[in-house]
């Protein structure tokens, strides 16, 4: 039988973020935002609309370096959850891999 080998683990070159608040947001019934993307940094809104790049672009330019970009559906159904809310939002760092 061959041995199997481990991949190596690195440690991440980005800090971790706490986002519960971020989560706790997304919990919440957000009937208004529902549809497009919106833009989060800790429990506050930066900001929404239906293309998640210049929602992005605008937290940069406020010195916000991290911040959680959101798809919020309109109605419930299966998505890719975001942490521990229920499976109605669908989440992306800003680097453009799954956050979750």
Known sequence: MQERTLPEIRKSRWPYIDRSREMAWIAEPQSEYAGPWVGLD???????????????????????????????????GPSIPCGDTKPRAVCISVYGTPYG
């Open 42 to 76: 800790g429990g506050r809104l930066i900001g929404y609309g239906d293309n998640p790049v210049p929602i992005v672009e605008q937290a940069r330019g406020k010195g916000i370096e991290r911040p959680l970009g959101v798809h919020l559906k309109k109605e419930q």
